[in-house]
C-alpha cells in the first residue's frame, strides 16, 4: 500500500523541500521505494536532485504542470516519474510551468482540485510519496491535500516560524471536509539549534501548544544538509555517518511508525 505524504506550511523557508529531499535518501536506504512530487512552482526540489539548467529545460508537459491543459482543464496525462540518480527515489518535477495553476482560493475550482488525488491512483505503486508544497495555502497546496494520506508541518523553533500555524490547521480541517480520512501526522521542529535559549524555549511551547503531535525527533539546523544538497545527494546517501543523516534515518522512523499506528488504528475503527 502506499502511503502518501504531504509537507505543509505557508512560511517558507522552514525545511519543507529540505525534508523531502533528505528523508527521500533515508526512505530509500530502508528498501523504500519513493516518490517525490514537486508541488512548488519555485521547483527547488527538482533542482535539487536535477539543477535549475534542467529543471528550466523541462517542457511543461513533463512536469507536475503537465496535469493541466491549455484551457486550465484536468487532461489524462502522460506524466512519468523521472528516476533521480538516487537508487529507489523517482520523481515527478516543477518548474515556473505551474505557477499559473496555483490560483487562491482552490476550493472553489472544481475539478481541478482533484487533479493530483487521480493522478497518483493512477501511476504504479511506490512505497512513500512525498509532496513538497509551495509556502502558501493555494491551489498547489490544497491540490496536495486532497492527494496525501497525510500531512507534517514543518516548523522552526522561531517566532516567524510558528506564526500562521493556525491557517495551516484550517486549511487541513477545510480539506479534510472533502476528504475524512486525511490524518494531521504531526509537526516537526525544523533547523532548530539546541545552543540557543529562544530555540529550546519556542520548541517547548511548541510541545506544550501541540502535545503529542509534536514529533520527538528535532531536525538540528547543520552545514551537513547544504553540502549534501549542493552535491545532489540526500546527506544520508552523501554523508551516512554525519549527525545530519542520523537525524533523518531517526525522523524517517519516526514517520514511519506513526504512518503504522494511523493506519492500524483507522483499520480498527472501521
Ligand atoms: N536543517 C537545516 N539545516 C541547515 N540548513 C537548512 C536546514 N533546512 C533547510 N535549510 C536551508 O534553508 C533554506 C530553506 O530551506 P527549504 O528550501 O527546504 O525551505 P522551504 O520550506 O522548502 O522553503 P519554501 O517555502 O520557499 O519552499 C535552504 O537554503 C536550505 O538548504
Ligand atoms: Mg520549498
Redesign the pocket.
Known amino acids: 500500500m502506499t502511503t502518501r505524504i504531504c ?1 505543509i ?13 533528505h528523508l527521500s535518501g533515508a526512505l530509500a536506504r530502508m528498501g523504500l521505494s519513493v516518490l517525490l512530487i514537486d508541488c ?1 512552482p ?1 521547483g ?2 527538482s533542482q535539487g536532485f536535477l539543477g535549475p539548467a534542467f529543471v528550466e529545460s523541462l517542457d511543461a508537459s513533463d512536469t507536475l504542470a503537465g496535469l493541466f491543459d491549455d484551457q486550465d482543464r484536468v487532461t489524462a496525462p502522460l506524466l512519468q516519474p523521472i528516476l533521480t540518480p538516487i537508487p529507489m527515489v523517482s520523481l515527478i518535477p516543477a518548474s515556473l510551468h505551474l505557477a499559473r495553476y496555483n490560483t487562491p482560493r482552490p476550493e472553489t475550482s472544481g475539478l481541478l482540485q482533484f487533479a493530483l488525488r487521480e493522478f497518483l491512483e493512477s501511476i504504479a505503486d511506490f512505497d512513500i510519496v512525498l509532496l ?4 502558501n495555502l493555494y491551489q498547489c497546496t490544497w491540490n496536495a491535500l486532497l492527494a496525501s494520506d497525510h500531512v507534517l508541518i ?1 516548523v522552526p523553533p522561531e517566532d516567524f516560524g510558528t506564526q500562521g500555524l493556525g491557517a495551516v490547521h484550517q486549511a487541513v480541517s477545510s480539506a479534510r471536509l472533502l476528504h475524512p480520512h486525511l490524518n494531521l501526522l504531526g509537526h516537526v521542529v ?3 539549534d539546541r545552543r540557543l535559549l529562544i530555540h529550546q524555549a519556542y520548541e517547548q511551547k511548541l510541545r506544550q501548544l501541540y502535545g503529542e503531535s509534536v514529533l520527538n525527533c528535532v ?8 553540502v549534501a ?1 549542493a552535491s545532489r545527494q540526500p546527506v544520508a546517501v552523501f554523508c551516512a555517518r554525519s549527525k ?1 543523516a542520523h537525524s533523518m534515518n531517526l525522523l524517517a522512523s519516526e514517520i514511519l511508525q506513526r504512518v503504522h499506528r494511523t493506519t492500524h488504528q483507522q483499520r480498527t475503527v472501521a
Open positions: 509537507l506550511n505557508q512560511k517558507g523557508g522552514c525545511g519543507k523541500s529540505s525534508l523531502c529531499f512548488d519555485q527547488s526540489l513538497d508544497c509551495p509556502p514543518p525544523t533547523r532548530c531536525v538540528p539546523e547543520a552545514s551537513a544538509f547544504k544538497l545530519a
